[in-house]
C-alpha cells in the first residue's frame, strides 16, 4: 500500500468516526424520546382508567377495616385522579361516610359542596344534598341544613325519590322552633307512605298531639326579666325559674343595705357608702347582668326538652309508617 492509499485511508477513518459517535448518540436520545413519549402517555391514560380505580377500591378496602381517616384520604385521592363527574360525586359521598364516621360533620357538609351536579341523574344529586343536609343537621347548622332540603324540594320533582327528606325536613324546622310548618311536612309525609287507613289515622292523631300549640315552650324573654330585677332585686331570677339564685341574690342585697343603714346610724358614713353601698350596687348589676345567661340557659333548655321529646315520637312514627 502507497503513501496516498494510506493518506486516504486515515482521512476517511478521522471523518467517519466523529460521525459513527454522533449517530450512535442521536439513536440513543432518539430512544430516549420515544420511551419518554411512550411513558408520558401513560401517565396520561393512567389516572382516569386504572388509577382512579385503584385508589376506589383501596379507600373502599379501609373504609371496611374501619380506618376512616385514611379512607377519606384516598377516596380524595379519586376525586383528584378522575375526570368522571360521577365518579367524583360518588368519592366524595364515600368520603363524607368517613368524615362522619370520625364526627366531624362541618368538614363532611363542606366536602359534599364540592360536588359539580352538571350531568348527574336526579338519585346522584339527591344524595349528595340529602347527604349535605344531614351533616348540616348532625353539626348544629340548621339554617344550611334547610337551604339544601328548600334545593331537594325545588329542583328535584320526583316526590317517591325525594319523601325520605321529609322527615328530616321535620326534625330541622323543629329545631328552627317551626312546630306548625314541621307539622305540614311529616303530615305529607304520612300521605306519601300511604299506610293503611287505620294506622295512617292513629299517626295523624299523634301528631295533633305533639304538635298543639298549647304545648309549644313559652320561652322567656330577657327585657322583662331584666325589668323585673330592676325595680325588685331577685325577680328576674325568679322569673327566669331559678328561685334559689333569686332568693340568694335579694338577701345579698337586703343584707348589704342592712348594713348600710347600720353603719350610717353610727355615723360611719364612708364606710356606709364604700362598703354598704358598694356591696349592694354591686349584686344589683351583677344580677342584672347575669340574667342574659340565666334567661338563655333556660330558654335553650325548654328547646331541647320539648325537641328531644319530639324527636323521640318522630322516630316512632317512622318505625310505624
Not at 122 to 134: C, E, G, H, N, P
Not at 257 to 267: D, E, H, I, S, V
Request: aromatic letters at 14%; proline letters at 2%.
Amino acid at each position: 500500500m502507497n503513501f496516498s492509499e494510506r493518506l486516504t485511508i486515515i482521512l476517511c477513518l478521522i471523518f467517519i468516526f466523529p460521525y459513527a459517535g454522533y449517530s450512535t448518540k442521536a439513536q440513543s436520545a432518539d430512544r430516549t424520546e420515544q420511551l419518554g413519549s411512550a411513558g408520558h402517555m401513560m401517565s396520561i391514560t393512567m389516572p382516569d382508567q386504572l388509577a382512579g380505580h385503584s385508589a376506589m377500591r383501596l379507600a373502599d378496602s379501609l373504609f371496611e377495616k374501619s380506618e376512616y381517616r385514611i379512607a377519606s384520604i384516598e377516596y380524595e385521592r379519586v376525586f383528584f385522579l378522575t375526570s368522571d363527574f360521577a365518579v367524583k360525586t360518588e368519592a366524595l359521598l364515600r368520603k363524607a361516610a368517613c368524615l362522619k364516621q370520625m364526627q366531624q360533620f362541618r368538614k363532611a357538609e363542606q366536602s359534599l359542596n364540592r360536588a359539580n351536579f352538571a350531568g348527574l341523574n336526579d338519585t346522584l344529586i339527591y344524595k349528595v344534598r340529602f347527604q349535605s343536609a344531614l351533616c348540616a343537621y348532625l353539626g348544629g347548622n340548621f339554617n344550611n341544613a334547610e337551604s339544601q332540603l328548600i334545593q331537594i324540594h325545588y329542583f328535584l320533582k320526583d316526590t317517591i325519590l325525594t319523601m325520605p327528606s321529609l322527615l328530616l325536613y321535620v326534625l330541622v324546622l323543629n329545631e328552627l322552633n317551626r312546630w306548625d310548618e314541621a307539622k305540614e311536612k311529616i303530615v305529607k309525609w304520612i300521605s306519601l307512605t300511604d299506610p293503611p287507613p287505620a294506622v295512617k289515622d292513629s299517626l295523624l292523631n299523634i301528631i295533633s298531639k305533639i304538635y298543639h300549640a298549647d304545648d309549644y315552650p313559652k320561652f322567656k324573654k330577657l327585657k322583662n326579666a331584666q325589668r323585673l330585677s330592676s325595680f325588685l332585686p331577685g325577680a328576674g331570677q325568679l322569673y327566669a325559674g331559678y328561685l334559689g339564685e333569686g332568693l340568694a341574690n335579694v338577701s345579698l342585697q337586703l343584707a348589704a343595705l342592712a348594713f348600710t343603714g347600720y353603719a350610717f346610724y353610727f355615723n360611719y358614713y364612708i364606710t356606709a357608702f364604700i362598703v354598704g353601698y358598694g356591696i349592694f350596687s354591686k349584686f344589683y348589676i351583677g344580677g342584672i347582668n347575669r340574667l342574659e345567661y340565666l334567661v338563655n340557659k333556660k330558654n335553650y333548655e325548654l328547646l331541647r326538652g320539648f325537641n328531644d321529646r319530639l324527636k323521640g315520637e318522630i322516630l316512632k312514627i317512622m318505625e310505624n309508617g
